[in-house]
C-alpha cells in the first residue's frame, strides 16, 4: 500500500495514527495549501481553514478527503460527490469543548456583571450537535430555554420550537451554534443583523460561538451602541481578520477557540482515521489516548455564596477572560490581523474539557452543581 498524505500542520496526532499506513506524510500551513501541494497526494486531511473546492483538487490523486471539524462550510461536497471522492468529517467531536466553553463564558459574566444567568431565559439558535449539548447543559441548571431551529423543527424533530423574532425579543440570553450557509430557505449569513438585534431587551446577551458570518459586523456595533445588549464573540464577521472597533464591542473575545479542547482534538483526528480504516478495511488502527486530566481541590475555590463557588470553580478549568486579554493585545494598526489570529489559535494553551477535571473531593453543598456541570461526580 502507498498511501501519500498530506495534513494540516495544526492537526494533531496525524504521525500516530497513520504512520503504519502511510509512505509519506507531508504536512503544511492549511491556510496555504495549494493545489500544487496535492499533486502527489492520496489523502487530504483539513481543518477549517483550507477552502477545499474544484481549484484545490482538479488533476490531483486525492481520492480521500477528511475534515476534522464540526463545520464543513469550507468543502464543495458537491463538487466532491461529483468527482466520487469520499468526504468525511468530525459530527460533534467538539460539542462538548463549545458547552463548556459557554459555561464558562456565564461563569465570567457572573462574576463581572452580576449574571444570574440561571435565572434568566436563554436562548439556543441551531440544536444540533453543539446545542443539544449545551441545551443539556443550561436544562440542568434550571434555566428556562427557548430553542429555534426552523429545519429540525420542520423535520418534526423539535416540537419546542420558537421563531428566531420571537426568541430574540424574549430571552435574556441568546446563543448562536449554527453552521454558516448561503443558500435555502434556511440560510444563516447575516441572519443576525441590526434589524433581528433591535428586537432584543436591554441589557441581555448576545452570544456566537457558531461561524462568523452569522453575524453582521452592524449588528454587534449596534448591539453594543445602542440597545445596551452586551456581545461575546468567538467567531467574528470577517474572520481570521477582526478589525479594533468590533473587538472593542466584545466583552468577552476569543479567536475561535470554544471548539478547542484537547478531547474535541483529538476525537476529530480519531474519527478521519476511523473513516479511513474502514475504508480500505484495515483491521486494526491504533492511536493515541488522552493523557489524565487536571485535578482540582474545590475547597480552594470555596465562598459563602454558592454561585459564586462554582463560577470560580469553573473558571479554574478554564477562563475566557484570558482569551480576551490575548485577542485585546494583538491589537496592531486598528486590527488583529489574520496572521495574529492564526498565531493566537495555532499556540492555543492546552484546555480540558470539565467532565476530564479530577476533582479531589465532591463538597456536598454543590454536588449537586458539579454534576449539572459535568463533572465526573460518583454516585
Ligand atoms: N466556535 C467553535 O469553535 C465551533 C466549534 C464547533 C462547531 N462550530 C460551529 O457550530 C455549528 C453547529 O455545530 P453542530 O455540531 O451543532 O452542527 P449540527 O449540524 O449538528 O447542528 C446545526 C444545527 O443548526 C440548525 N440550523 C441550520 N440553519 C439554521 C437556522 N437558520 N436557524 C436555526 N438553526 C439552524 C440545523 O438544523 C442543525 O440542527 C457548526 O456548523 C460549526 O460551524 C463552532
Ligand atoms: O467546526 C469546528 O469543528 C470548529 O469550528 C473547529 O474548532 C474549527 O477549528 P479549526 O479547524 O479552524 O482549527
Redesign the pocket.
Known amino acids: 500500500m502507498t498511501l501519500r498524505i498530506v495534513a494540516d500542520e495544526n492537526m494533531p496526532n496525524v504521525e500516530a495514527w497513520f504512520s503504519s499506513v502511510a509512505t509519506e506524510i507531508t504536512r503544511l500551513p492549511g491556510r496555504q495549501m495549494t493545489r500544487a501541494d496535492l499533486l502527489e497526494a492520496d489523502v487530504l486531511l483539513v481543518r477549517?481553514v483550507t477552502r477545499v473546492d474544484e481549484a484545490l483538487l482538479n488533476g490531483t490523486p486525492v481520492s480521500f478527503v477528511g475534515s476534522a471539524?464540526?463545520?464543513?462550510?469550507h468543502v464543495d461536497q458537491d463538487y466532491l460527490s461529483q468527482q466520487n471522492i469520499p468526504f468525511h468529517y468530525a459530527?460533534?467531536c467538539?460539542?462538548a469543548?463549545?458547552a463548556d466553553?459557554l459555561l464558562s463564558v456565564l461563569s465570567r459574566l457572573h462574576l463581572d456583571h452580576d449574571l444570574h444567568w440561571w435565572d434568566k431565559t436563554i436562548g439556543i439558535?441551531?440544536?444540533?450537535?453543539?446545542?443539544?449539548a449545551v441545551r443539556a447543559t443550561l436544562e440542568a441548571h434550571g434555566c428556562r430555554l427557548l430553542l429555534?431551529?426552523?429545519?429540525?423543527f420542520e423535520r418534526g424533530e423539535l416540537p419546542e420550537h420558537t421563531p428566531?423574532a420571537t426568541l430574540m425579543s424574549n430571552a435574556d440570553i441568546v446563543c448562536f451554534?449554527?453552521?454558516?450557509?448561503r443558500h435555502g430557505e434556511?440560510?444563516?449569513e447575516g441572519?443576525v443583523s441590526s434589524a433581528m438585534v433591535s428586537r432584543m431587551r436591554p441589557v441581555s446577551w448576545l452570544i456566537n460561538?457558531?461561524?462568523g458570518p452569522v453575524f453582521t459586523a452592524e449588528a454587534v456595533e449596534r448591539a453594543t451602541q445602542t440597545q445596551q445588549v452586551g456581545v461575546v464573540l468567538?467567531?467574528w464577521p470577517q474572520e481570521p481578520q477582526v478589525s479594533e472597533s468590533l473587538l472593542d464591542c466584545a466583552a468577552l473575545a476569543s479567536p475561535?477557540?470554544?471548539?478547542?479542547s484537547l478531547e474535541?482534538k483529538f476525537r476529530g483526528t480519531e474519527m478521519l482515521a476511523r473513516a479511513l480504516q474502514a475504508q480500505h478495511g484495515w483491521s486494526s488502527l491504533v492511536g493515541p489516548v488522552l493523557p489524565p486530566g487536571p485535578r482540582l481541590d474545590p475547597e480552594l475555590y470555596r465562598q459563602s455564596d454558592l454561585h459564586r463557588w462554582v463560577s470560580e470553580l469553573i473558571l479554574a478549568v478554564y477562563d475566557p477572560a484570558r482569551d480576551t486579554v490575548a485577542m485585546k493585545a494583538s491589537v496592531t494598526d486598528g486590527e488583529v490581523s489574520p496572521e495574529r489570529f492564526d498565531q493566537l489559535r495555532k499556540e492555543y494553551p492546552t484546555r480540558r474539557e470539565i467532565r476530564s477535571v479530577r476533582l479531589s473531593a465532591y463538597p456536598a453543598d454543590i454536588i449537586d452543581r458539579l454534576r449539572a456541570c459535568g463533572f465526573q461526580v460518583p454516585d
Do not use: K
Open positions: 477549517s471539524t464540526i463545520g464543513t462550510d459530527p460533534g467538539n460539542a469543548s463549545v466553553w439558535v441551531g440544536v444540533g450537535n453543539v446545542g443539544s429555534c431551529d426552523p429545519p429540525r428566531l451554534h449554527t453552521p454558516h450557509t434556511h440560510a444563516t441572519l460561538a457558531g461561524r468567538d467567531v475561535h477557540v470554544a471548539g478547542y474535541g
